[in-house]
């Protein structure tokens, strides 16, 4: 592999984990909005405050120990990049590894909110998922 193809394959993994990542981070801002007093979203803070809906409410609570698990592989993930990144010498295999690690554990924890979301939307009324549907709304509400 040529240097050139090398750094365009380290950027290309580095676009993906990234946009997977924002994804992840914006399915639940969208679902969810910033818990009080919080600026991430609130589908994977150690509370229920900002679960507005009480069916995603009670999905969530069944999925619970399963999101915290997939949070903290999430964040084991990140630091093996972060590590990865600091380290020296550099290398570029060992953090195509660590960055194909980070996309894995955040496509895990993606499937398992959209899991939850499924759960909450066959438990609600429809009215209730009219409500849901807003996260996914083009529009954005403004950020506080």
Known sequence: MTPLAKRLAIGLSISIALNLLTAGFLLGRG?????PGRKGPAILAEDLRGLRHPALRKAYERQSGDVTARRDAVRHARKAVRE???AEPFEAAKLEGTLRQLRDETTKTQEL??????????ESAPEARRELSRGFERERRPRH
């Open 84 to 86: 990865t990144l600091r």
């Open 31 to 35: 679902l969810h909005g910033p818990g």
């Open 113 to 122: 909110l959209h899991r939850t979301l499924v759960e909450a939307a066959r």
